[in-house]
């Protein structure tokens, strides 16, 4: 008997959903089965694949089962119980204990025939339980809510897992015993604890700050510095002597900045790296962690943000048997997981693909990365010389910095090598003048780079709460959409709440994408000015970091704030 036909009758709530209209009895079996091959509630996947809203499920079961439906967000937090069930049940399942009354515990969830949960944390916690009916996709955001609770003060740590996590670096070298009071079991778990909040919520730095009277934790969330925490004053000494012992540094040096790495195992098949700087001011180690993850490099084009015309050029490039491809931008802008795109785009067993990078951070099998360190002499200009003894197809040079790095590089592109590189310019068409203004011959930039690509981050608006307005036309025009896209434009702006951080909830890329065609040719060889490059990339309908900007704004994907935030007029 196939499994379909064994398992996935029509029971409960999903033939309530069948009888009411709502799914047809062939969607409701697909959907138990792909749920029940995923270890997925029926309910939260059927929200989640966009099947049915969780207000019209959780109608439907109130009507056929007799239950009232409660508004979870009108719940205080301060009101659910901590510690009472483990979270890898609750998540399972997703069902929240929200309260407790003497040996009785009340469970809310979305799906009130699912006595598995129930039957699972009776068993759990020794306690009967009772089920509270309440809208999926908000029963989902108030577990994430009170899981990734981001108060990390000392007294709300639990025991278990935050003890226990794999920092491994088969690398590194053994370090000395250290003094007990560094590996002091509160201070661990604290430091932790804030290393997988920052994870679990998708920031890219941590800040640890002393100041005379305070110490302060902020993280990076969506290119906004955001405080999560106030520790005490009087273990500030401690939390920084253990990021330093977890980061292989020498903890009696408080003098000079040091730099050290930190790998978090949070799983057999996944890791993450922290990059950690200390720097000594005023008060005591300012120490920063920049947040790798592998996973990011993982991106699709498709989701990177490039409009069609922006994709088909950029793979057009990537595509080419050799010549050069810049990225530029500043700092934080994305540019790794942009040339990370196009390599693994190009990552096959058939070609040599060879990065450096000042450090290395995103590892990929399949490609010989090197950690550039000029310290002991291996420079851009060293490792590239290196490659090219190494019978490359690709190279990829982490940054352009100087003339020798750029002679080299331009020559691979001319000798048969695809070579990705970034630059730290405004725009594209910068980009041109400043290679030249580094000392490279116009001829030899016409006939190597192929491709300027330059970008920024955006924060992209919550679907959850983002608002329209409907600006005066005039206003639009002068911020700079053409009168055509003004006429009619509805905008939307940012709001907040319990769903995103001040209204934004991920970012985007916005691109000026730049082949260079034979007209630019042309001008970089007769030494033209920007502003002429900028001119004739603008008649063959390359759009600037703005108008791209803007093209999001129209999708409603983000506000005319952020736009205004991340580019010059």
Do not use: W
Request: hydrophobic residues 40%.
């Amino acid at each position: 008997m196939a499994v379909s036909d064994e398992k996935f009758y029509l029971g409960g709530l999903a033939r309530r959903l069948v009888l009411d209209g709502l799914i047809t009895e062939d969607v409701a079996l697909k959907y138990s089965e792909e749920a029940f091959k995923k270890k997925r509630p029926f309910v939260s996947y059927l929200v989640d694949q966009k099947v049915i809203d969780s207000q019209t499920i959780a109608l439907s079961a109130s009507e056929e089962f007799g239950v009232p439906l409660f508004d979870i967000t009108a719940l205080s937090k301060e009101v659910i119980p901590k510690g009472v069930v483990d979270e890898k049940l609750i998540r399972k399942h997703h069902a929240l204990p929200i309260f407790k009354r003497g040996n009785k515990l009340f469970v809310a969830v979305s799906d009130p025939t699912n006595l598995q949960a129930l039957d699972e944390i009776k068993f759990q916690t020794r306690m009967s339980t009772e089920a509270i009916l309440v809208e999926e996709d908000k029963l989902a955001r108030v577990i994430d809510t009170a899981m990734d609770d981001e108060d990390t003060s000392m007294s709300d740590l639990l025991d278990g897992d935050l003890d226990n996590i794999d920092f491994d670096d088969p690398d590194a070298d053994p370090i000395d015993d250290i003094d007990s009071e560094i590996d002091d079991a509160p201070v661990v778990r604290f430091v932790n604890k804030i290393l997988l909040d920052a994870i679990k919520k998708g920031a890219s730095d941590i800040h640890f700050e002393p100041y005379e009277k305070n110490f302060r934790i902020r993280t990076r969330q969506d290119g906004i510095l955001k405080e999560v925490a106030s520790p005490p004053m009087n273990i500030s000494n401690k939390l920084t002597s253990r990021i330093k012992v977890m980061s292989r540094m020498n903890i009696s040096e408080r003098r000079i900045p040091q730099d050290g790495r930190i790998k978090m195992a949070l799983s057999k098949k996944r890791a993450i790296d922290f990059r950690v700087n200390t720097c000594p001011t005023l008060y005591g180690e300012k120490i920063v962690l920049r947040i790798l993850d592998p996973t990011s490099a993982q991106v699709g084009i498709e989701q990177l943000g490039f409009d069609e015309t922006q994709k088909e050029a950029f793979l057009t490039a990537i595509k080419k048997p050799y010549g050069m491809i810049l990225v530029t931008g500043p700092t934080g802008s994305g540019k790794t997981v942009s040339l990370y795109t196009a390599l693994n785009l190009l990552n096959d067993p058939n070609i040599n693909i060879s990065t450096a990078e000042d450090p290395v951070e995103i590892t990929v099998s399949g490609i010989n990365q090197v950690n550039v360190n000029p310290k002991t002499g291996l420079t851009f200009a060293e490792a590239l010389r290196a490659f090219l003894r190494q019978d490359p197809d690709i190279i990829m040079v982490g940054e352009i910095r100087d003339l020798e790095t750029a002679e080299i590089s331009v020559k691979a592109a001319q000798t048969g090598h695809l070579v990705l590189s970034t630059l730290h310019t405004n725009d594209a068409p910068q980009t041109l003048n400043r290679l030249n203004q580094m000392g490279v011959p116009p001829y030899n930039i016409a006939a190597s780079v192929l491709l300027i690509m330059a970008q920024r981050l955006a924060r992209k608006l919550c679907d959850k709460c983002k608002k329209e307005e409907t600006l005066p036309t005039e206003l639009l025009i002068k911020e700079g959409f053409s009168p055509e896209e003004a006429e009619g434009l509805t905008t939307y702006k940012a709001v907040g709440c319990d769903h995103c951080t001040n209204g934004y909830k991920g970012r985007i890329g916005i691109f000026q994408v730049m082949p260079v065609s034979e007209a630019m040719e042309n001008l970089i060889i007769k030494g033209g000015l920007t502003t002429e490059l900028e001119e004739q990339a603008a008649q063959e309908g390359v759009l600037t970091l703005r108008e791209s900007g803007f093209k999001k704004v129209i999708a409603g994907i983000t506000s005319i704030e952020e736009i205004n935030r991340i580019t010059k007029d």
